[in-house]
């Protein structure tokens, strides 16, 4: 590629205008309430003991400082992506998140669902508001996305075309519900979900490639992929890279900002150095997560 991959954070609009892009679609970014925020960095504090391997995380900054970094990266479009870790959260989560994108061109409105009583109910108010798109944790839920209390939603889900950001592969962490057998199995039921597997799935990369060929709207995001960090912990097998280029219409950019350990630069560049070309570059960095949100240029 003739283009140079970003040094830094202040190299990243060059590198996106030398690419011909009006700048970034960033579809796995975090703004949670500020309590809830902070026991996230809290859980990132003790990483050494939960992951094996320190996580300072790069951008622990004030809200409205966050958000300016990522104005001054070119992100033109991110979600706020809030997740629930038990029952009775998930409805005042899509509150604030509404709130939060209210007024905030930038923001894709989120929302968030558990299974529960009265989730059908509130999944339907979130998207009567506004919600452009979901979060799902299955590992920090701790459940199954089988589970029958939450049916209807993904046949709405379905029906509606919202695209749902779901962490389900069992990286860093496994969980009882994680992997790809249970998103293998709500698929059969649901086909037409318009899935964005983050993390692109890791550390069971290849059998989520296998969801995203098989099925019209199952995505990945590249939250943290191929990144030094990742690479320590979960490698991806380079055998697989021409099955990654031709998914190149089904692949997003995702970051995990803020709570990542290394610069946001890193991980453009990290996608960079994977040699798939300028105009896969350009698919994931704008063009796919433009389409899906029909963000204009």
Known sequence: MTVQPPVDDGDV??????????????????VLPERVQAKVWQYFE?????YGAE??????????????????LGVRAFPTLPYPHKPGMAAWLN??????AAGRPQVLQSATFYPEPGVTGYVAEALDRGARVFKVHVQVGAFDPRDRLLDDVWARLEETGTPVVIHCGS????????????????????????LVIAHLGMPE????????????????????????????LMPFD???LPRLA???????????????????????????????????????????????????A
């Open 46 to 50: 003790a990483a050494g003991t939960h």
């Open 171 to 194: 990286g860093p962490l496994a969980g009882e519900h994680t992997g790809p057998a249970p998103m293998s199995g709500l698929l059969e039921r649901f086909p037409r979900l318009q």
């Open 246 to 296: 031709a998914l190149r219409d089904k692949v997003l950019l995702g970051s995990d900002f803020p709570s990542i350990p290394y610069p946001y630069a890193h991980q453009l560049a990290a996608l960079h150095r994977l040699g798939l070309g300028e105009e896969w570059i350009r698919a994931v960095l704008w063009r796919n997560g433009a389409r899906l949100f029909t963000i204009e």
């Open 95 to 100: 509150e604030w998140s509404a709130g939060f």
């Open 205 to 232: 990369y290849r059998e989520f490639l296998g969801l995203a060929e098989r099925y019209e709207r199952v995505h990945l995001d590249t939250t943290m992929f191929a990144t030094d960090f990742t690479e320590r």
């Open 13 to 30: 609009p060059r590198y996106w205008r030398e690419l011909g892009l009006p700048g970034l679609v960033d579809v796995h970014v975090h």
């Open 55 to 72: 996580w300072p995380v790069a951008y622990r900054l004030p809200e409205e400082e966050r958000l300016a970094v990522l104005a001054r």
């Open 238 to 240: 380079r055998a697989d």
